[in-house]
């Protein structure tokens, strides 16, 4: 009987040391994977910005930049005005060409 618990306990040891074994390997492709996904992005979006170069964005005098988002392979520019209201300036991301601009209003 102590033989048969002796074996069990020997291979439920071995079988813990092989799953340590395959976790700590998991968990090492795991971070090179983020770190080689990682680099790719930083020389994809340097390539790009080297790419389009200085675009200026025209806003008018004493508008002001509320916030800028990305999605979809464009920027997004919300833009408060002088008067009062605000708009979203919509900009191809590869080529800095403005596609247009969406003004908000309050709706009655």
Known sequence: MEEQVTG???RLKLLVGVMTT?????LI????GIAR???????????LAAKIGDVPVQIAPGDSL???SASSGKL????SHRNGKQSIIVI???TGERLGQLKLEVSP
């Open 92 to 94: 191809d991301a590869m």
């Open 76 to 79: 997004y520019l919300a833009v």
């Open 22 to 26: 395959l976790l700590v390997v998991g």
């Open 66 to 68: 509320l916030n800028v």
């Open 37 to 47: 996904t990682s680099k790719e992005l930083s020389e994809q979006s340097e390539q």
């Open 29 to 32: 492709l795991m971070v090179v």
């Open 8 to 10: 069990i306990s020997t």
